[in-house]
């Protein structure tokens, strides 16, 4: 099994942009899709991006997914940053079995 | 709106075993794959296995001599039972359904298990 990395935290104001990182530590990064979920404390997590770079319906357009091959990572971009983005959000793929990443805390100043 | 619910006792002896049971209401277990999830302050998310609509299972490396999912049609719910458990197993469960199977789109509220005598 491969892991994915994500950083520990990322911090910004209110309408700035964060892009927050998951790097895949073997295999290529668009053999699977990944996917990010959001969770606010005390909540269960909900997914605001999946199969790589698709909203559900319900997700604003702030939030983006994209795939790197140069760096075979996966990338979340939150624009326009609101205080309602504060969370943790964790990247997600597989290959035979689930594989989470260990999660950033996004503080909004 | 599909929703899921676990239910199920909060504490376990260490050494016994954990069972816990997830209630579908809005949709039927009879299509997706039917998800275990649990997270620790420690060890994050982590994946604990999954039981197709027609009764194929898999099952984490790390867990799968420990753990077991079923599933009652009948009763539009699916189950987990992990054996052997250790305070290491101290976590919040969820339950999610899994499409294709790994896009977790609906999930549980998740419960506390504590292992503790």
């Known amino acids: 099994n491969f892991m994915l990395t994500q950083p520990h935290s990322v911090s910004e104001s209110p309408g700035k942009t964060v892009t927050i990182s998951c790097t895949r530590s073997s295999g290529s990064i668009d053999s699977n899709y990944v996917q990010w979920y959001q969770q606010r404390p005390g909540s269960s997590p909900t997914t605001v991006i999946y199969?790589?770079?698709?909203?559900p319906s319900g997700v604003p357009d702030r939030f983006s997914g994209s795939i790197d091959t140069s760096s075979n990572s996966a990338s979340l971009t939150i624009s326009g940053l609101k205080t309602e983005d504060e969370a943790d959000y964790y990247c997600?793929?597989?290959?035979?079995?689930?594989?989470f990443g260990g999660g950033t805390r996004v503080t909004v100043l | 709106q599909v929703q899921l619910q676990e239910s199920g006792p909060g504490l376990v002896k260490p050494s016994e075993t954990l069972s816990l049971t997830c209630t579908v209401s809005?949709?039927?277990?009879?299509?997706?794959?039917w998800t275990w999830i649990r997270q620790t302050p420690g060890r994050g998310l982590e994946w604990i296995g999954y039981i197709h609509a027609g009764g194929s299972t898999n099952y984490s490396p790390a867990l799968k001599s420990r753990v077991t999912i079923s599933q009652d049609t009948s009763q539009n719910h699916f189950s987990l039972k992990m054996g052997s458990v250790t305070s290491a197993d101290t976590a919040v469960y969820f339950c999610a359904r899994g499409s294709y199977p790994w896009y977790f789109d609906y999930w549980g509220q998740g419960t506390l298990v504590t292992v503790s005598s």
């Open positions: 809005g949709g039927s277990i009879n299509d997706y794959y």
């Open positions: 199969e790589d770079n698709q909203r």
């Open positions: 997600q793929s597989y290959d035979s079995s689930g594989i």
